[in-house]
């Protein structure tokens, strides 16, 4: 018997209705969800994001860039690449006592996870003592710890795990088509290793793309589609939507529709129902009612702080003033704590 590659629109979404996450999803089942009226699918992004979630709390990270600029990679989105002159110079490793003042000072600001950044294609094995007390020291404020770094060994995967990090940050950023559009430097198939040395090493996996990169809605489809086939979802999944910087090939590219951008959310809370989608990069271009659209499609995580790594990220009164006008409440530490440990099972 031959496979039909219709897809049933109505069992799809009667099958998605009841939240369970499934690692064997078609490109032609997301573009199918994709294409739904579109509160046709806020609805259906609701309907599952209540079955894991309190559907008005949000996690709040707080980001610091402890290595900025001078990056050999060559991201066309990125302001810390070396190959474009963006105005971010390059600076040296942050010392410890200087990051571990930063953390203390987010988790005074209600933030529950501490995500530390370096404009690194790799850490140096010589970086990696001070970054592993780094972690340790963060977490024994009682912070969930995470990093961004680039690409890692099954050996360095090890090492910060053993110094206690909770989640690291690998993005696929765009399809596997697309990506060699944007970067040069790298391949889908690196990062790709890099996560699967990550899960072996029994940390938690952030990872999640951008729209606006030029992409056709045939690549958002694609970065999700590769998401959800990896053999357990990223705990985290974070959608940034680009943030403009002078000086880098992307800017000047057309700004996609802030319709597509909730689409994209609202596709991935649906197929990868257990993870914290974050509406991550480029909220301080948004307005408020399109912010409170993508919670509405099932985003549950931010970054808190005026600064992203080197762009800004709205101040702290105007999210306090937001989540006060939505009646969203900061997700408990212990609430954070206890799904992580959940999700470990
Ligand atoms: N160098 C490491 C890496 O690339 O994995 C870690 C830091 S890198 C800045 C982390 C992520 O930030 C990138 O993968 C990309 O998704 C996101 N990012 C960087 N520049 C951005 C921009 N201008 N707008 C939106 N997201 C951006
Ligand atoms: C992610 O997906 N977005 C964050 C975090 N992971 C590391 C970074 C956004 C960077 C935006 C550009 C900047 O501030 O330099
Ligand atoms: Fe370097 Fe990461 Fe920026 Fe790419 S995204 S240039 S790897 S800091």
């Not at 302001?79 to 988790?107: C, I, N």
């Not at 800004?312 to 937001?322: Q, V």
């Amino acid at each position: 018997m031959t496979q039909s590659l219709a897809v049933d629109i109505d069992t799809l979404r009667t099958a998605c209705a009841a939240g369970q996450p499934r690692h064997d999803w078609t490109r032609a089942e997301i573009a199918a969800l994709f294409a739904l009226p579109f509160n046709d699918l806020l609805f259906l992004a609701q309907q599952v994001h209540r079955t894991h979630f309190d559907p008005n709390e949000v996690q709040v990270s707080t980001l610091l860039s402890i290595k900025t600029g001078g990056c050999p990679e060559d991201c066309a989105y990125c302001p810390q690449s070396a190959h474009f002159d963006t105005g971010v110079t390059a600076e040296k490793l942050m010392d410890l006592e200087a990051t571990l003042a930063a953390a203390r000072a987010a988790r005074a600001n209600g933030a529950s996870r501490f995500c530390m950044g370096a404009a690194w294609r790799s850490p140096k094995d010589r970086d990696l003592d001070r970054i592993c007390a780094m972690i340790s020291g963060v977490k024994a404020l009682g912070l969930e710890t995470c990093a961004t770094l680039g690409m890692l060994d099954a050996d360095q995967a090890r090492r910060l795990r053993e110094a206690g990090l909770d989640y690291y940050n690998h993005n696929l950023d765009t399809s596997p088509e697309y990506y060699g559009e944007i970067i040069s430097t790298r391949t889908y198939r690196d990062r790709l290793d890099t996560l699967a040395n990550v899960r072996d090493a029994g940390m938690k996996v952030c990872c999640g793309g951008i729209v606006g990169l030029g992409e056709q809605t045939e690549d958002r489809i694609g970065l999700l589609h590769s998401l959800a086939i990896l053999p357990a979802h990223p705990e985290s999944v974070p959608i940034n939507m680009l943030v403009q910087v002078e000086g880098t090939p992307l800017q000047g590219t057309e700004k996609p529709d802030g319709i597509e951008f909730v689409r994209t959310i609202a596709v991935a809370r649906i197929i990868m129902p257990e993870s914290m989608v974050r509406l991550s990069a480029g909220r301080e271009q948004m307005s408020e009612e399109l912010q409170a659209l993508c919670f509405l499609a099932g985003a549950n995580s931010i970054f808190l702080g005026d600064r992203l790594l080197t762009t800004k990220n709205p101040d702290r009164d105007r999210d306090a003033a937001l989540f006060a006008k939505l009646g969203l409440e900061p997700m408990p530490y212990a609430t954070a704590e206890q799904r992580s440990a959940e999700a470990a099972e």
